[in-house]
């Protein structure tokens, strides 16, 4: 079997038991043979793009979920690497680490900032809480006001959703920041 028909076939099964259509039902509904169903989620025959579309509208999922490769069950980014963003005003730059997935609603960030100007973030969309890990380094961060020290180790979580502030004390301060949004 092919790759893409291994991922065909995983995802006509993962998407039509997310359903709870039976083969038969499915097939109905997309206007085609169960036994051509049959062929396709064991990963055999040659779905054309025509099937695979009427297949989509009938569980209602986008054709790209029938088609697209598998996330990888392991995401790795190592240090230094990933999608990065610097501040203008603070030596502080951002890597998102994972971005939130449909229903999560939260971010995963790695930050790396220098002694010097504090970054100073404006509140967030309501409901919002960060959640911050010290790796390396010194911060002081939180809520304007209620900034508190920070060493290796230590973790802290407050309202986003209020202006807050980031600031390295120490140099090579890294940190873990994830965004929780309600």
Not at 10 to 18: V, Y
């Amino acid at each position: 079997m092919t790759e893409p028909l291994t991922w065909i076939a995983a995802s006509l099964r993962r998407e039509r038991t997310r359903a709870g259509l039976s083969l038969s039902e499915l097939a109905k509904r997309a206007g085609i043979a169960k036994s051509t169903l049959s062929q396709l989620e064991a990963g055999s025959g040659n779905p054309s793009v025509e099937t695979l579309w009427a297949l989509g509208v009938a569980l209602g999922v986008p054709f790209s979920v029938l088609v697209e490769p598998p996330a990888p069950a392991v995401q790795v980014i190592r240090a230094g690497e990933g999608p990065t963003v610097a501040s203008e005003r603070a030596d502080y730059v951002a890597t998102l680490l994972s971005a939130s997935p449909p229903g999560a609603r939260r971010d995963i960030y790695h930050l790396r900032a220098e002694p010097g100007p504090a970054r100073e973030s404006e509140p967030h969309i309501p409901g919002s809480v960060e959640h911050l890990i010290v790796s390396t380094g010194r911060v002081k961060a939180g809520p304007r006001g209620e900034e508190v020290d920070l060493g290796p180790g230590d973790y802290m979580s407050y309202r986003g959703d209020v202006p807050h502030s980031y600031e390295a004390l120490a140099p090579g301060t890294t940190f873990v920041l994830v965004m929780q949004h309600v």
